[in-house]
C-alpha cells in the first residue's frame, strides 16, 4: 500500500491454462461439456491488468495446484501476488526486498541486511547442486571429473565417457562415523537417482569404497582437490549431470541436519537469477518452460533460439530462505511477435495457441508496456518464520499427504441427484457407470462396516 499498489482481485474460477502443474477442473452445469480451471496463479489476469493500464497491482490469493504433495507443498496455498509496469529485474526485486526488510523487522525483530545476495542459476547448481541453495552452512560441491578421469575405476569411466561429471563434497570430521551412518548417505544419493556413492576417508591409513582403485598418489590428487583433512570424509557421486547436482545437493541437506550444522533461527536470503529459459522434457519430447511460456528471455540472447533453446537464459528471479524458494517471479514478454517465437518452440499449433491463449494474444494487439512481477507463497513464508519445515503447520485445514482433508474426508463421492444436473456432460452409459460405482462405493464402506463388527 506505502508503495503506491492497487488491491484487485482475480477470478477463481477461469480457463485451464499451461502452467506447470495439473489443473483442478470445475464442471459447468450452465454449459455442458465445459469446464472452469481453478487458477494455478493469477498470472494472466495480472499480465492483463497491466495492459490495461494499470500500474501496480497486488493481491493476497488463493492458488490450486494438483501435483505430488511434499513437506512444503499444499495442492491449495495463499500467494502474495504483485505486479509492476515498466520495469526491469532490479525494480521488482528492489520492491520485494523492500517487503522483506518490513516482515522480517516487525515479525521477528531481525533487521536484514540489503542488498540481498545473487547468486546466477548456474552458480547455485555448480556449488550448491540445488536452485534453491541453502546457505547457512558450507559443505559446498566441487567437480573432481580431471582427477577423476585419470583414475581407473569403471563408474568413474562410464559416466565421464556418457558425458557426465564426477562431483564430490567434503563432511567435517566424518571420519567417525559408522559404516551403517555412511551407508545411509549412500541411500540418500539413491533416491535422487543415483546408482550409489564413491566414499574416502583421506588418512594415514586411507579408508573408502573403492580403494582398491586408487594409488596413493590418487588419493593425495582427490584430497587436495576437495581441500579435504585426514579427519574428513569425501563423498563422490559420478553420473549425469542432473543426477549428480540432485544427489549431492540433497545429501549435503541430509548430513548438515545429521551433523547439527544449521542454527536454530538463522536467516539466510539470496536471489536466484539467469534460470534457463527451457528444460527438456524427455517424457514429452519437447521443449518446456522452466517457469512459465510468458517468461522473458534475455533479450541479447534470442538469437539462441534456432540454435540450441537450452542455452537460453530468463529473465526470472527467486527468493529463496534457508533453501526453500519463498517466491517467483520474471519480467514477462510484451512482444507479440516474440511470444509467438516461444509458442513455436514450445510446439504449440496455432489451433492450440488460440483455444488457449486467444484472448490474452488479443489483448497485446493493443500495446502492452514492458511488465514484470513476483509471488511470494505466504504459508511457506509462514512457515520459514516459525521455524518449521512443515507447512501443515501453519495452515488452519491442511490436506494430507494424499492431498485429503481427514476432518471432513473430502474429496468424497457425491450423491446421484448433483450428477444428474451435469447429465449434458454425462451420456447414459457414462452415468450409469458412475452410479454403479456410487452404489460399489457404499457396498464396500457397509462390508468394511461389518468386518469391524
Not at 507443498?73 to 509492476?84: G, H, S, V
Not at 548456474?122 to 541453495?133: T, V
Not at 495452515?395 to 447429465?423: G, H, R, W
Amino acid at each position: 500500500d506505502d508503495a503506491g499498489f492497487i488491491e484487485i482481485e482475480t477470478p477463481i474460477l477461469g480457463k485451464s491454462t499451461p502452467e506447470g502443474a495439473r489443473d483442478y477442473l470445475v464442471p459447468s452445469r450452465v454449459k455442458n461439456g465445459s469446464f472452469f480451471a481453478l487458477p494455478q496463479s493469477p498470472q494472466i489476469y495480472k499480465q492483463l491488468l497491466m495492459v490495461s493500464g494499470y500500474d501496480r497491482y497486488f493481491q493476497i490469493t488463493k492458488c490450486f495446484r494438483d501435483e505430488d504433495l511434499r513437506a512444503d507443498r499444499q495442492p491449495e496455498f495463499t500467494q502474495i501476488d504483485l505486479e509492476m509496469s515498466f520495469v526491469e529485474c532490479e525494480d521488482v526485486m528492489s520492491v520485494t526486498e523492500g517487503f522483506l526488510v518490513r516482515v522480517f523487522k516487525e515479525a521477528m525483530g531481525m533487521d536484514i541486511e540489503l542488498p540481498i545476495r545473487r547468486i546466477p542459476y548456474a552458480e547455485a547448481m555448480e556449488r550448491y547442486g540445488s536452485d534453491k541453495p541453502d546457505l547457512r552452512f558450507g559443505m559446498e560441491l566441487k567437480n573432481i571429473t580431471d582427477v577423476a578421469s585419470k583414475i581407473d575405476f569403471v563408474v568413474f569411466n562410464t559416466a565421464i565417457e556418457n558425458g557426465g561429471s564426477v562431483r564430490a563434497i567434503v563432511i567435517p570430521n566424518g571420519s567417525s562415523m559408522t559404516r551403517k551412518e555412511i551407508d545411509a548417505l549412500g541411500e540418500v544419493c539413491k533416491t535422487y537417482k543415483a546408482k550409489g556413492m564413491a566414499w574416502l576417508v583421506p588418512s594415514a591409513e586411507p579408508r573408502g569404497s573403492f580403494l582398491k582403485f586408487l594409488t596413493p598418489d590418487d588419493i593425495a590428487a582427490i584430497k587436495d582437490a576437495m581441500g579435504a583433512t585426514e579427519e574428513d570424509i569425501i563423498c563422490i557421486v559420478a553420473d549425469k549431470k542432473k543426477v549428480v547436482w540432485d544427489a549431492l545437493g540433497n545429501l549435503r541437506i541430509a548430513a548438515a541436519n545429521k551433523l547439527g550444522l544449521i542454527k536454530e533461527g538463522d536467516f539466510k536470503l539470496c536471489w536466484v537469477t539467469e534460470f534457463p529459459m527451457f528444460e527438456y522434457s524427455e517424457e514429452e519430447g519437447r521443449y518446456m518452460a522452466m517457469h512459465h511460456p510468458f517468461t522473458c528471455p534475455k533479450l541479447d540472447q534470442l538469437n539462441l533460439l534456432d540454435v540450441d533453446p537450452l542455452l537460453v537464459r530468463a529473465d526470472a528471479y527467486d527468493i529463496v530462505i534457508n533453501g526453500y524458494e519463498a517466491g517467483g517471479g520474471s519480467i514477462r514478454i510484451h512482444d507479440s511477435e516474440l511470444q509467438n517465437k516461444i509458442f513455436e518452440v514450445l510446439q504449440l499449433t496455432p489451433e492450440e495457441i488460440r483455444t488457449r491463449f486467444g484472448f490474452f494474444i488479443d489483448a497485446f494487439k493493443y500495446g502492452a508496456p514492458p511488465h514484470g512481477g513476483l509471488a511470494f507463497g505466504l504459508d511457506r513464508l509462514c512457515m520459514l518464520l516459525v521455524g518449521t519445515d512443515d507447512i501443515r503447520q501453519v495452515i488452519a485445514f491442511p490436506k494430507n499427504q494424499n492431498a485429503q482433508c481427514v476432518m471432513s474426508e473430502a474429496p468424497t463421492t457425491i450423491d446421484e441427484k448433483q450428477l444428474a444436473e451435469l447429465s449434458g456432460y454425462w451420456n447414459e452409459y457414462k452415468l450409469e457407470a458412475v452410479s454403479d460405482l456410487i452404489r460399489l462405493e457404499r457396498i464396500r464402506t457397509f462390508t468394511n462396516d461389518l468386518k469391524g463388527t
